[in-house]
């Protein structure tokens, strides 16, 4: 009897010991580190030599820089602001700065001929009165400002028309002056940076504008 209580207990206790070792929660495996705390990993060679071809390989698939330097020009003359802000809008996507600048020129305005100023004014009344009896017409005698007593034979869009006027004059017995009227007016340059290596065709931007010229500028 006593022996069989005793081998009852120890399946009893077998038992227990099985079901706690099966159902207990296991414990997190902890990944050992390679090298103690604070101590730098070693690295293989193999390693670095493949870290050293990866980093090449990205230099080498990088565009590189331009390093060359700007060069600078200018186009012009425009007669308008609206020319200019038209040409800006163009151009400014193309090239790395743009600004514009104003500048003076002088025109022509026409010819102009006459019979230099008399001494007096009954000198000029005279010549008048002279022109009169030969025929013509067309004169008119100055009578004030710094012209005055200079009797005018007309103004002329066209060298060709002031030159016929003269010899027409001057045919008569008298001795006409033939005389460029000018005028001072704006006009507008664009200057512009760009990159050497890709160059500005700016005659294809603005076909239109065909009398435009081009020079070199200092950068700005």
């Keep these: 009897m006593f022996l069989r209580v005793l081998f009852l207990l ?36 193999a390693e670095r030599e493949r870290l050293g071809d990866a980093a090449s ?13 700007e060069q600078c020009r200018s186009i012009g003359p425009f007669a308008t602001q609206a020319d200019v802000r038209a040409a800006l809008n163009k151009l400014t996507p193309s090239v790395r700065r743009i600004q514009f600048r104003e500048a003076r020129t002088t025109q022509p305005r026409g010819y102009w001929v006459f019979v230099p100023a ?12 002279q022109l009169s ?29 002031a030159e016929r006027r003269r010899a027409e004059i001057a045919g008569l017995g008298f001795s006409p002056q033939m005389l460029q009227r000018t005028e001072d007016l704006p006009v507008y ?17 603005l076909p239109d504008l065909v009398d435009l010229k081009e020079q070199s500028v200092n950068c700005f």
């Excluded at 008399?118 to 009165?129: P, T, Y």
């Design 10 to 45: 120890l399946l009893a206790m077998n038992v227990g010991v099985a079901s706690w070792l099966y159902f207990a929660p296991k414990t997190a495996e902890h990944e050992v580190p390679v090298t103690d705390y604070g101590i730098a990993r070693l690295e293989l060679l």
């Design 57 to 69: 390989a990205e230099l080498a698939e990088a565009p590189a820089a331009s390093d060359a330097p």
């Design 118 to 129: 008399m001494a007096s004014r009954e000198q000029a009344l005279g010549v008048a009165r």
């Design 133 to 161: 009896a030969k025929g013509v017409r067309d004169y008119y005698v100055v009578t004030a400002g710094d012209q005055q007593n200079t009797i005018s034979l007309g103004l002329f869009r066209e060298q060709a028309n």
């Design 189 to 205: 340059w664009i200057d512009f940076a760009e990159d050497p290596q890709r160059p500005v065709v700016w005659r294809d931007q």
